[in-house]
């Protein structure tokens, strides 16, 4: 992580410790890890990793595709949310498995807070499974770490309050 990340990851600590989160989940990548580690140490939690809060696929083996080829990519992923790229994963595939797990840890976690470190895409996607309004316009709004506390009620997304952005 770079030095502006630890700096952005202790503001992320600060904010979830002010929160009580009660329990940590993350995608495998380190780097969402490395995002709330930091808080779910400093309250003595377990990070949970769950494979599908991983980053969309967008090529096969997981390949990186250029930042001239992303924007248009995204684009007419969210216009038509079953295109993909060939060995590639859909914003709905993408967005199924992801909020499975989000509704998984929310009826395992009745009452409770819960912080999840994952990406920008798979967040977005997430929750535009509960509301339209958050697509491509809000994902191209957010930044890198981008912190929103998104409460339920029962699994029906009742209310989103960002809460930090650099």
Known sequence: MTEKGKRDA???????????????????????VQTIEGAA?????????FEDLKERVFLPDEAII?????????????????YTLPGGES?????DRATRV???LIRTNQGRRIAIGTHGAVMTLMM??????????FLLSSSK??????????????????????
Do not use: W
Request: contains cysteine; aromatic residues 8%.
């Open 66 to 82: 250029s930042k001239e080829k992303l924007l248009p990519l995204l684009e007419r992923s969210f216009s038509d949310p079953d």
């Open 10 to 32: 202790q503001k992320v600590c600060e904010c979830l410790l002010d929160e009580g989160v009660n329990m940590f989940a993350s995608s495998p990548y380190q780097r969402a």
């Open 102 to 104: 989000l509704l998984h």
């Open 128 to 137: 535009g499974k509960f509301s339209r309004e958050y697509g491509l316009g």
């Open 41 to 49: 140490a400093r309250l003595n939690k377990d990070i949970h990793v």
């Open 145 to 166: 770490p981008d912190l929103y506390k998104l409460e339920f009620d029962g699994i029906i997304l009742s209310k989103v309050t960002r809460l930090y952005h650099v």
């Open 91 to 95: 914003n709905r595939a993408c967005q």
